[in-house]
């Protein structure tokens, strides 16, 4: 594990005995996120959780800013998860600003919720 998840952990229920979840849901904090950093929490959720089901409605991408700059996109999950539901800008959910915002919204369910 990196050294900077270590920060990271007091923000993430990770001190449930069971560490059983029937939902994960992060919205709008994985765009501020350098990529390395939005791994290590998907990694985090992967192999240190028992998770049913993860939430996510972040930023897909912006135009004209680079991508580099933060964590815009698909999240960078593994191939046990089935996707249930998945759609950039739902009107509901769209803002409108000088920059034009992209909203990813992702529904999946993990496969195999076995902590490794």
């Avoid at 005995?17 to 290590?40: A, H, R, W, Y």
């Avoid at 930023?59 to 998860?81: N, T």
């Avoid at 920059?99 to 902590?115: D, G």
Wanted: negative net charge.
């Amino acid at each position: 594990m990196a050294d900077w998840l270590v920060y990271l952990k007091p923000f993430i229920p990770i001190f449930h005995k069971e560490k059983n979840f029937d939902l994960v849901i992060n919205t709008g904090s994985f765009q501020e996120m350098m990529p390395e950093i939005v791994k290590g929490y998907i990694d985090m959720i992967q192999n240190q959780l028992h998770v049913s089901y993860l939430y996510s409605c972040n930023y897909g991408r912006v135009d004209g800013f680079a991508k580099e700059a933060s964590f815009w996109g698909e999240l960078p999950i593994d191939d046990k998860w089935e996707v249930i539901y998945k759609a950039e800008d739902n009107p509901i959910i769209r803002i409108d600003t000088a920059q034009s915002r992209h909203f990813l919204e992702t529904f999946i369910k993990r496969l195999n919720n076995k902590v490794k």
